[in-house]
T-cell receptor, first 116, second 112 residues
Framework: EAGVAQSPRYKIIEKRQSVAFWCNPISGHATLYWYQQILGQGPKLLIQFQNNGVVDDSQLPKDRFSAERLKGVDSTLKIQPAKLEDSAVYLC??????????????FGPGTRLTVL | KQEVTQIPAALSVPEGENLVLNCSFTDSAIYNLQWFRQDPGKGLTSLLLIQSSQREQTSGRLNASLDKSSGRSTLYIAASQPGDSATYLCAVRSNYGQNFVFGPGTRLSVLP
């Protein structure tokens, strides 16, 4: 079974530039999550999709961050414009929505973003 | 608002020791709790998932327990090996929300 795919793996940009990350979840997984992990901290949820609808985006800085999940499969996360404090690893995860399975999450390798 | 803490922040042990990692959460109304390991520069690997109705889960040398009433979970690693060196994170999903809240992790070093 293929895992969660993310690209790019690394990205270096200057502040005020734009950047986009891509995620392809495990086939059949209805739920997709984007997390931000700052060095030395646990991941923080940015946005959660159920199929192509947003379930929770309460911690997404909507003035600069946006995300979409067209057709309920792939997802993109965009930052425009980037700030220095956006430097972090951006993790994508997915889970299979099924009673009894318990929403176990599977993570991709992440995208390490450096904003200069 | 759910808050998750992990103690200790870092731990260094000689190979072969049994060890315990701790995870505490403030709201006991949880749906489940999941333990992960994270290797440097990598994503998270799921280790164990405990449903709120369960007291423990085991996988190989790993055993995770859950005590909802006291807001705690422990991850027990038996006969530690250098390959166990990584950061271990716990994540809690509450009943009232659908998102997971992560702890800051415990960085484990197992010395040969």
């Amino acid at each position: 079974e293929a895992g969660v795919a993310q690209s790019p793996r690394y990205k270096i940009i200057e502040k005020r530039q734009s950047v986009a990350f891509w995620c392809n979840p495990i086939s059949g997984h209805a739920t997709l999550y984007w997390y931000q992990q700052i060095l030395g901290q646990g991941p923080k949820l940015l946005i959660q999709f159920q199929n192509n609808g947003v379930v929770d985006d309460s911690q997404l800085p909507k003035d600069r961050f946006s995300a979409e999940r067209l057709k309920g499969v792939d997802s993109t996360l965009k930052i425009q414009p980037a700030k220095l404090e956006d430097s972090a690893v951006y993790l994508c995860a997915s889970s299979l929505l099924m009673a009894g399975v318990g929403y176990e999450q599977f993570f991709g390798p992440g995208t390490r973003l450096t904003v200069l | 608002k759910q808050e998750v803490t992990q103690i200790p922040a870092a731990l260094s042990v000689p190979e072969g020791e049994n060890l315990v990692l701790n995870c505490s959460f403030t709201d006991s109304a949880i749906y489940n709790l999941q333990w992960f390991r994270q290797d440097p520069g990598k994503g998270l690997t799921s280790l164990l998932l405990i449903q709120s109705s369960q007291r423990e889960q085991t996988s190989g040398r790993l055993n995770a327990s859950l005590d909802k009433s006291s807001g705690r979970s422990t991850l027990y690693i038996a006969a530690s090996q250098p390959g166990d060196s990584a950061t271990y994170l716990c994540a809690v999903r509450s009943n009232y929300g659908q998102n997971f809240v992560f702890g800051p992790g415990t960085r484990l070093s197992v010395l040969p």
